[in-house]
């Protein structure tokens, strides 16, 4: 008696475990894909703040080796009077925006300004470009000395040759340039920041603006920041800090760490002097 012939097609036992192998297929490549994805961010982001890093030097070198000012003091350059002028970029009262003192050394600073892992509310004033704050305190000498008026032209990247004092640092002084951060990715409680501030600061800037000017651990736990000197690193501690040990929760909860944090517990990574 012959026996009867299979039609073709799965059990409905085989067709589970083609489901069960699909699903456990997509379970191990779609991380793979969100860990790549996240690399090549990163990438993108290091790439940034390495434009961003010659573009601060070759400032630099033409501006007697003074690095750029976070803010052009003396001018009407608060955050709520439209008019303002800080180093990434000029947004003036009618809305519009013009480069700031890193754009003119900087291919395409629409991508360049934008770190690529953040996705977040614009950090200030409507800056249209977020994502990365520069080191305030110490390299770009926050609240040391006003700058003046511009000399003769609307170009405010070149001040009055009768300003006292400095703006910055000048390169000269900066001996640690292989430790000391210059840019990386701005991020508080809040969102991004554009200014850089230490655990201990230069300038006469409460505890609170400290808190706002962390750094940002968007990477799978890490962050990026350049050198001095150009190149980039990336690091996985995010700091408290050591000074804010005796502060209130309420006030270091700006930092919102450890998701955000600083890059030592003291101001090694921020004074290059």
């Given at each position: 008696?012959?026996?009867p012939h299979?039609?073709?097609?799965?059990t409905l036992?085989?067709?589970?475990?083609v489901?069960?192998?699909?699903?456990?297929?997509?379970?191990l490549l779609?991380?793979?894909?969100?860990?790549?994805?996240?690399?090549?961010?990163g990438?993108?982001c290091?790439?940034?703040?390495?434009?961003?890093?010659?573009?601060?030097?070759?400032?630099?070198?033409?501006?007697?080796?003074?690095?750029p000012p976070a803010?052009?003091?003396?001018l009407?350059?608060?955050?709520?009077?439209?008019?303002?002028?800080?180093?990434?970029?000029?947004?003036?009262?009618?809305?519009?925006?013009?480069?700031?003192?890193?754009?003119?050394?900087a291919?395409?600073p629409?991508?360049?300004l934008?770190c690529?892992g953040?996705?977040?509310?614009?950090?200030?004033?409507?800056?249209?470009?977020t994502?990365?704050?520069?080191?305030t305190?110490?390299?770009?000498a926050?609240?040391?000395t006003?700058w003046g008026?511009?000399?003769?032209?609307?170009?405010?990247l070149i001040?009055?040759?009768?300003?006292?004092?400095?703006?910055?640092?000048?390169?000269?002084?900066?001996?640690?340039?292989?430790t000391t951060?210059l840019?990386?990715?701005?991020s508080?409680?809040?969102?991004?920041n554009?200014?850089?501030r230490?655990?201990v600061?230069?300038?006469p800037?409460d505890?609170?603006?400290?808190?706002?000017?962390?750094?940002?651990?968007h990477?799978?736990g890490?962050?990026?920041?350049?050198c001095?000197d150009?190149?980039?690193?990336?690091?996985?501690?995010p700091?408290?800090?050591r000074?804010?040990?005796?502060?209130?929760?309420?006030?270091?909860?700006?930092?919102?760490?450890p998701?955000?944090?600083?890059?030592?517990?003291?101001?090694?990574?921020y004074?290059?002097?």
């Amino acid at each position: 008696m012959s026996r009867p012939h299979r039609q073709g097609g799965f059990t409905l036992i085989e067709l589970m475990v083609v489901i069960c192998i699909i699903a456990l297929l997509l379970g191990l490549l779609i991380p793979a894909i969100g860990r790549m994805s996240n690399h090549a961010m990163g990438t993108h982001c290091m790439n940034n703040l390495r434009t961003m890093a010659r573009a601060a030097t070759l400032y630099a070198i033409e501006h007697d080796a003074q690095f750029p000012p976070a803010l052009l003091h003396g001018l009407d350059d608060d955050a709520n009077s439209g008019d303002v002028r800080a180093w990434d970029y000029w947004k003036r009262p009618d809305g519009t925006v013009r480069p700031g003192l890193l754009w003119t050394y900087a291919d395409k600073p629409d991508k360049t300004l934008q770190c690529p892992g953040y996705e977040g509310p614009s950090n200030w004033n409507g800056d249209p470009y977020t994502g990365y704050n520069y080191n305030t305190a110490f390299i770009a000498a926050e609240g040391r000395t006003p700058w003046g008026q511009p000399g003769g032209s609307e170009d405010f990247l070149i001040p009055k040759d009768n300003l006292d004092g400095k703006t910055s640092l000048g390169m000269a002084e900066c001996r640690r340039t292989g430790t000391t951060a210059l840019f990386g990715i701005g991020s508080w409680k809040n969102g991004a920041n554009k200014f850089m501030r230490s655990p201990v600061n230069a300038s006469p800037q409460d505890m609170s603006l400290a808190c706002a000017g962390t750094q940002g651990f968007h990477y799978s736990g890490t962050t990026n920041f350049a050198c001095i000197d150009g190149h980039v690193e990336r690091l996985s501690t995010p700091f408290r800090g050591r000074e804010f040990d005796s502060l209130p929760t309420s006030l270091t909860s700006l930092i919102d760490w450890p998701r955000n944090g600083f890059l030592s517990e003291d101001a090694v990574r921020y004074d290059p002097r």
